[in-house]
């Protein structure tokens, strides 16, 4: 990565997370603190109005704004295959945004950049049908506002069980999406394809999220 791309990075960071220790700046760059404190005073001399806190962190003045985003042929390569993929593989809504996101990209970009990018990149539709798409909405929703979501589950076995689950999280496995949930019905976590749901309705309970039920200990059960 070029220097000037890293300072770039180093100034994203610093606005995103102020006030940030340079350990943790350090970390997060996978950079020696030493060369962290260069990099601090490269921006000072720039013009970019970081200052540090002894005990606290650097920070970034109150009205600093970065210029106009500059990316990479690489990076919009990224980020366009990164939008085709949530049209393709989400809910009806978010494909919606995602289109029009894509047009507004691609309204402001040369045309060989565009040409080039069409002719590479394609994301094949994997929810074609309605119901899979209208889980993937209702679950996400449930997984942002922390509803509890009672399903009818038709697992691999053909067995048809129906519970109260806490989700946690939707995971893409190249092809198939499972909601990451805890399960009322075993007091254990469990992945549920969603597929596989036949019926689902989010109800009014909201669960809490506490030292047991939570995205870091689902994580931890899953590695086991």
């Not at 600093?64 to 985003?69: H, R, V």
Request: hydrophobic share 40%.
């Amino acid at each position: 990565m070029r220097k000037a791309d890293r300072l770039f990075q180093l100034t994203n960071i610093i606005r995103a997370r102020q006030p940030i220790t340079a350990e943790e700046l350090a970390s997060e760059l996978e950079v020696s603190v030493r060369t962290i404190y260069r990099y601090i005073d490269d921006l000072s001399v720039s013009g970019i109005p970081v200052f540090g806190i002894a005990g606290v962190g650097y920070q970034l003045h109150d009205k600093f704004e970065l210029p106009p985003l500059n990316l990479t042929d690489s990076e919009l390569d990224a980020l366009l295959l990164g939008v085709r993929m949530v049209g393709s593989w989400t809910s009806d809504e978010l494909s919606e945004s995602a289109h029009s996101l894509e047009n507004k990209i691609e309204a402001v970009l040369p045309n060989r950049l565009i040409d080039g990018y069409k002719r590479a990149a394609y994301s094949p539709n994997i929810l074609a049908r309605d119901k899979d798409r209208n889980n993937w909405e209702v679950m996400h929703g449930a997984v942002k506002n922390l509803n509890s979501v009672f399903i009818e589950y038709n697992s691999l076995n053909g067995k048809f069980t129906s519970r109260v689950i806490y989700p946690l999280g939707l995971f893409y496995w190249g092809g198939k999406w499972t909601v990451g949930s805890w399960c009322t019905l075993r007091s254990e976590f469990r992945d549920f394809r969603l597929d596989r749901i036949a019926n689902l309705r989010v109800m009014d309970e909201k669960y809490q999220v506490g030292k047991t039920i939570n995205l870091d200990s689902y994580f931890s059960s899953v590695n086991k």
